[in-house]
C-alpha cells in the first residue's frame, strides 16, 4: 500500500527558500500522478503543483516562477522547492498522489501527513 511521508518543512524569513521532500514507499508512484497541495488556517486547501501521469508540470499562479516540482523515478521521491518565499506561502504542505481508478477519475487518493511551513519578516 502506497504511503507518502512529507520532510523538509521548517521556518524562515521572507525572501528565503526551503526544499520540500515526500518519500514514497509500497508502490511506485511513478505510475500515478502526483501533487503538492497546501491548507492555511482558515483557508481551503490549495493545489500548488501537480505532475500528471507522463503529462506536463503545473503550477498555481501564487507560485509560478518561484517554486520548481520534480521527481526522482529511482528514489521514488517528490521534491517541492520554494525561493522567494512570502509570508502567504506560510501553510501545511501535504503531497498526494493520483493512482489507478483516482487517476482515471483525475483525483487525489493517498496523502502524506503534512509539513509546516513558516515564513516571517
Known amino acids: 500500500q502506497l504511503q507518502l511521508v512529507e520532510s523538509g518543512g521548517g521556518s524562515v524569513q521572507t525572501g528565503g527558500s526551503l526544499k520540500l521532500s515526500c518519500a514514497a514507499s509500497?508502490?511506485?508512484?511513478?505510475?500515478?500522478?502526483v501533487g503538492w497541495f497546501r491548507q492555511d488556517l482558515g483557508n481551503e486547501r490549495e493545489l500548488v503543483s501537480r505532475i500528471r501521469h507522463n503529462g506536463p508540470t503545473t503550477y498555481a499562479d501564487s507560485v509560478k516562477g518561484r517554486f520548481h516540482m520534480s521527481h526522482d523515478h529511482v528514489k521514488n521521491t517528490l521534491y517541492l522547492e520554494m525561493d522567494k518565499l512570502q509570508i502567504e506561502d506560510t501553510a501545511i504542505y501535504y503531497c498526494?498522489?493520483?493512482?489507478?481508478?483516482?487517476?482515471?477519475?483525475?483525483?487525489?487518493?493517498?496523502w502524506g501527513q503534512g509539513t509546516q511551513v513558516t515564513v516571517s519578516s
Open positions: 509500497g508502490y511506485n508512484v511513478s505510475n500515478c500522478g
Open positions: 498526494a498522489a493520483s493512482c489507478g481508478l483516482a487517476r482515471v477519475a483525475d483525483e487525489f487518493n493517498v
